[in-house]
């Protein structure tokens, strides 16, 4: 029995999560029903795709992931079925599979033929989405509930650039954690590349700096800023025991926003 994750942007006050899982649970009453998150922003599919790519890889093989995030079916978006990396994915063309898989191989997509001759789906994670993982779920095969197709939408985000000279690294903030952890799109890899073992200093907007990169959260004292690569591989700005409920996270102390310009000098 597959599990069956769930990725939307629907909070927790209203009741459409519950009734998703009933729905689940009619259906396939032994499924195994596991939430990522439900606090994505509003249609904001840059946060879902971040928060998903770094959830999915840890679940099983044959795992089902559910996106209710934008999906809501229009004259030039359409529900799809995918599988990746021996897994399905379910939801909207958007372009958010773009964000997720940047460079892997989509194996096979299908846009589905659920429902779609009703007038009216206000919510397609519910009347749609469920029923294509039940299918999935019960060993069924995509072709059975959609046609084949050999491409989706693309969204195009700012990558990371190095300087023609090599002494500049621009990336940019993709997303604000629950910490107030200011989350950049550097990679691990692409710095220590790019830094080849020189002196750096890390630019933030409002003018602060950093010039060191410590391994964990603990290394500076409560209430402090760091810099380090989280456990996704991002370069992130934090500030120790920082809470963005309390607005003593990086976020707030430091006036930093998503898509704000984050550079290394290396000097």
Known sequence: MAII??????GHKDYFTSAIKGAILSEVPEAKIVDISHEISPFNIQEAAYI?????????????????????????????????????????????????????????????????????ISFPMKDVFVQ???????GGTLGVIGRQIDSLREVKNFQPTLSA???????QVIYIDHYGNVISNIKEKLFRESTL?????????????????????SMVSEG?????????????????????????????LLGIKVKDRIGIEII
């Open 5 to 10: 994750t769930l990725t939307s942007d629907f």
């Open 52 to 120: 998903l790519k770094n959830a999915y890889a840890h679940f099983p093989k044959g795992s089902i992931h559910m996106i209710g995030v934008d999906a809501e079916i229009t004259k030039n978006k359409v529900h799809v079925a995918l599988i990746v990396d021996g897994h399905y994915f379910i939801g909207a063309d958007t372009g958010i599979f773009s964000l997720i898989f940047p460079e892997d191989k989509l194996e096979q997509i299908i846009v589905l033929n659920i429902n779609q001759d009703k007038e009216n």
């Open 132 to 138: 294509a993982a039940c299918h999935i779920n019960r």
């Open 165 to 171: 000279d090599g002494k500049m690294l621009i990336g």
């Open 197 to 217: 073992g020189k002196s750096f200093t890390i630019q933030l907007p409002r003018r602060y700096s950093i010039e060191t990169i410590h391994r964990s959260y």
């Open 224 to 252: 402090v800023m760091l810099c380090l690569f989280n456990s996704a591989g991002h370069l992130e700005i934090s500030i120790n025991k920082g809470d963005a409920n309390i607005s003593n996270g990086a976020s707030e």
